[in-house]
């Protein structure tokens, strides 16, 4: 599951595992091992079944043996951390419950006003080139940006938060990435425990499961890492499905419709949720031993043909993309908010968009985790990179100030800004 030919079809080895059964052996990387579940029903057992399923990965017999290496590339993402995604029982709950608490005093109102100007912004470096790269340009960018304000991040620690982040996604180094984003969070934390503010890192400090330092660290990177991938998938595979084939723009297609239909057939997080059998299991014919990792397949699932009268119908509650069971995404809905607000104000601004290369050219990213294309190259008509100006004009000025110096100001400061890190210049520009 770790190489090209997996990225290009992985249907294909759904479909070949599910001949055998619900379930069935992969390699995830060289030398890992796992049994990956693509049935429905089976998947929903193992989701929903904590006391046979753990998500400790602590347990993972071969890491404790020695046999993955430490440089291992699916380490990161399945290696043991204190946070919702790897404890079981009360420290779960414990834990799911001050992240919940937390997301939840995020409203929709606000998180549309906060991807609103991240989306100009970000629309504003390429407008007047007339070309882009939606993957690298907009759709990796704008989670990260967002998430950020979300965060309360001051620029510095903003700036180096998005480069830690993007060089573990990519690969780039990411043991010394993984240390520069550990470091940036403790900052992070240490300047909210001191001057809280209303943002999710404060609202965690404050909840009353009082999480130590260690503790809120590893549910930041848990948000950001469950937040900044899937989202970036979400919005590039949607972009693609409104671009090309039978989700044109020309078939009239409403973007949440589009969203459906990605998170049926192109699964944002294809295939995740580690499990780990606390005595050997039986999976309808496949024997998943104790301590090894259970994958889920939420792509091989949404495929499952006893889903096809769910699928042809779309139906939302069907699909596993959110998970299920205890460990299920506790954002969706936020989630679903910020892409169709980032592709709607992308279309809006850029109406005659196209795909910049046949269909059939682009490249699905190698790995066994996400479904998402290496890039989305565009063309469009080029448009003046006016909108951060026109979004300070718009807003109510300081007594006595020009609004015309302010939006010229604006309108330039981003050329300027490229020179530092993205949310600096960002952050500079809406002090204008």
């Known amino acids: 599951m770790h190489d090209a030919t997996f ?69 990161p993402m399945m290696a043991y951390r204190p946070n919702c995604l790897f404890t079981d029982g009360a420290v779960h709950l414990r834990l799911r419950k ?46 990260l940006l967002l998430f950020n304000k979300i965060f309360g991040c001051p620029a510095d620690i903003g700036d180096t938060l998005t480069a830690a982040m993007s060089a573990i996604f990519d690969g780039k180094d990411a043991l010394r990435a993984n240390e520069q984003l550990n470091s940036c969070l403790m900052e992070l934390i240490a300047l909210k425990r001191r001057q809280p503010g209303d943002d999710v890192t404060s609202w965690l400090i404050q909840h009353p499961a009082g999480l130590t330092d260690e503790e809120l660290k590893d549910q930041l990177v848990m948000l950001m890492g469950a937040g900044v991938e899937p989202e970036r998938n979400l919005i590039g595979n949607v972009l693609l499905l409104l671009l090309t084939g039978s989700g ?28 780990y ?21 939420f792509a091989g699932a949404n495929s499952d043909p006893a889903l096809a009268e769910a699928r042809r119908a779309h139906s939302r509650g069907a699909h596993l993309a ?29 109406p005659d968009i196209t795909l910049a290369v046949p269909e059939e050219e682009l490249q699905w990213r190698p790995g066994p985790f996400h479904r998402a ?18 979004a300070i004009q718009n807003r109510p000025q300081t007594a006595g100030a020009d609004p015309a110096l302010q939006g010229a100001q604006a309108a330039s400061q981003w050329q300027e800004g490229r020179k530092k890190g993205f949310w600096s210049s960002f952050l500079d520009i809406f002090r204008a």
Request: proline share 8%; net charge negative.
């Open 277 to 297: 059998p606390v005595q050997d299991v039986d999976l309808d014919g496949v024997v998943a031993q104790a301590n090894t990792p259970v994958v889920i397949s």
């Open 98 to 143: 001050a992240v919940t608490d937390s997301l939840a005093k995020l409203n929709i109102t606000r998180i549309r006003r906060d991807v609103q100007p991240i989306a100009d912004y970000l629309i504003d470096q390429f407008s007047e080139r007339g070309r882009a790269d939606l993957l690298n340009d907009y759709a990796k960018l704008l989670p």
């Open 7 to 75: 990225a290009a079809d992985p249907q294909r080895v759904y479909d070949q595992l599910r001949a055998h059964g619900p379930a069935g052996p992969v390699e995830l990387a060289p030398g890992v091992d796992a049994t990956l579940v693509v049935g429905h029903e089976m998947a929903l057992r193992v989701l929903q079944n904590s006391s046979l399923f753990a998500r400790d990965a602590r347990r993972w017999k071969a890491l404790n043996e020695g046999l993955i290496g430490l440089d291992s590339p699916v380490l």
């Open 373 to 390: 294309l290496v890039t989305l190259p565009v063309a469009f008509s080029p448009t003046p990179a006016n909108r951060i100006a026109a």
């Open 322 to 350: 959110w998970g299920a069971g205890p460990h299920a995404c506790p954002a969706k809905d936020p989630a679903q908010v910020i892409a169709i607000t980032a592709i709607e104000q992308l279309l809006n601004a850029l």
């Open 248 to 275: 044109g723009r020309q078939s009239g297609m409403m973007i949440e419709e589009a969203i459906d239909h990605v998170l049926w057939n192109l699964t944002p997080i294809a295939n995740y949720a580690t499990h």
